[in-house]
């Protein structure tokens, strides 16, 4: 992975993350999201970058990037919903 996707990853992270933030009710998780996002976004394109599944186009690592910190903050936010009950 080039040093340009890395930046796209974290740049697609900390917008999903800012997204994730704007829509859960917490006002102390901003840094939670942002963190949770741009680990997910990095960590889907480097397995599937791994896996040699996606290729090196713009687009094919902004997808990756909003799909991979997507799953992982909803996932996130599942188990913190689970977790107050």
């Not at 992270?13 to 997204?19: M, R, V, Y």
């Not at 942002?34 to 990095?42: C, K, Q, R, Y």
């Not at 960590?43 to 791994?50: A, C, I, P, T, W």
């Amino acid at each position: 992975m080039t040093a340009e996707n890395y930046i796209l990853a974290i740049v697609a992270g900390l917008i999903a993350g800012w997204i994730a933030n704007l829509m859960s009710k917490s006002r102390f998780s901003f840094p939670i999201n942002l963190f949770v996002g741009i680990f997910g976004a990095i960590l889907l394109n480097f397995f599937l970058r791994s896996a040699e599944k996606i290729d090196n186009h713009f687009f094919s690592v902004l997808w990756v990037s909003l799909a991979g910190s997507s799953v992982l903050l909803l996932l996130f936010h599942l188990t913190r919903r689970f977790e107050r009950r």
